[in-house]
């Protein structure tokens, strides 16, 4: 393998995925949705991860919106699809599939439920990084998954796995998250999992973040991130206090409730979901509602 490169330097976007009344995927929406992400410059695209509800997506369906995302890209930004599972088998699986659909990297969440230890989620990173012989972003998000990847771990991963690409973080343990930005080899990327703490881990030398706000507002969240790279922090954290509101009522409800919500009051989307996931509610509608009015946003 050449020479490890950074994915990407500044937001991706953890693309929403939209659906019809009927349930079914909205193919022209998802469309419309890439070409506005990538008209407000954000620096990546990320379908099917937790926001774009690939747990509720068939495999056919996961496969299918990564095409149509990558399609519409163009190569205009790079293109890394979720695959995970708590299977290692079915991981490479997914992760082989989303390859054949020519995304440019893989997004793999650490394997819920079942636990690991820190070595069996060194092997199992191993096995899909080395199946895929593609560059893989480690996804380590412990309210969801139930465990935590160490420093350790995604330090041991970073030096002796070559397709291992990355890590999105959102354990919001600062004091992890240091120890891998530290110790990190050169190349390997370090984004922020988490919208409302990207600006301090910037500061502290992350490369961006795989953004759930940027869906509502690409074009000011990702000059906020940009301001910070560049280490005008004045001026990024004016933005960040402008968004932090929004930031945090995305996640009043499971994500990406609230987000598709304030997508459908923008006029971008209808916010239709699959269960388990259910509408907002209206206490929350009107927290949300609240928010948009005062930045503006509602249609």
């Known amino acids: 393998?050449?020479?490890?490169?950074?994915?990407?330097?500044?937001?991706?976007?953890?693309?929403?995925?939209?659906?019809r009344k009927d349930g079914?995927?909205?193919?022209?929406?998802?469309?419309?949705?890439?070409?506005?992400?990538?008209?407000?410059?954000?620096?990546?695209?990320?379908p099917v991860g937790s926001t774009g509800e690939g747990a509720t997506l068939s495999e056919s369906e996961q496969a299918h919106v990564m095409e149509i995302v990558v399609e519409q890209a163009r190569g205009r930004v790079p293109v890394i699809g979720g695959a995970s599972s708590n299977s290692t088998t079915k991981a490479i699986a997914l992760a082989k599939?989303?390859?054949?659909?020519?995304?440019?990297?893989?997004?793999?969440?650490?394997?819920?439920?079942?636990?690991?230890?820190?070595?069996?989620?060194?092997?199992?990173?191993?096995?899909v990084a080395d199946a895929v012989e593609m560059p893989v972003v480690v996804y380590n998000v412990p309210g969801r998954t139930a465990s935590n990847i160490d420093a350790h771990t995604t330090l041991r991963l970073a030096e002796e796995v070559p397709f291992i690409a990355g890590v999105k973080?959102?354990?919001?343990?600062?004091?992890?998250?240091?120890?891998?930005?530290?110790?990190?080899?050169?190349?390997?990327?370090?984004?922020?999992?988490?919208?409302?703490?990207?600006?301090?881990?910037?500061a502290l030398g992350a490369d961006g973040i795989i953004s759930v706000i940027s869906n509502e507002i690409p074009a000011e969240f990702s000059t906020m991130v940009r301001y910070a790279l560049k280490g005008k922090f004045d001026k990024a954290r004016e933005l960040h206090y402008k968004l932090l509101d929004l930031?945090?009522?995305n996640f009043i409800e499971?994500?990406?409730?609230?987000?598709?919500?304030?997508?459908?009051?923008?006029?971008?989307?209808?916010?239709?979901?699959r269960l388990p996931l259910t509408p907002i509610t209206d206490a929350s509608r009107q927290k949300v509602e609240r928010i948009m009015k005062t930045l503006r946003l509602r249609r």
């Open 1 to 19: 393998m050449k020479k490890r490169t950074l994915l990407f330097r500044g937001t991706g976007t953890a693309l929403v995925t939209p659906f």
């Open 24 to 46: 079914a995927v909205d193919e022209v929406v998802l469309r419309e949705l890439v070409d506005r992400q990538i008209k407000a410059k954000v620096e990546a695209l990320i």
């Open 97 to 127: 599939e989303a390859k054949l659909r020519g995304v440019d990297a893989i997004l793999s969440v650490a394997p819920f439920y079942n636990k690991p230890t820190q070595e069996g989620i060194f092997q199992h990173f191993s096995a």
């Open 169 to 202: 973080e959102a354990s919001g343990n600062f004091g992890q998250i240091m120890e891998i930005l530290r110790g990190r080899p050169g190349g390997f990327g370090v984004w922020s999992g988490d919208d409302a703490i990207t600006l301090p881990l910037i």
């Open 247 to 249: 930031m945090n009522v």
């Open 254 to 273: 499971s994500n990406p409730i609230p987000v598709k919500a304030a997508m459908a009051m923008m006029g971008l989307l209808e916010d239709h979901y």
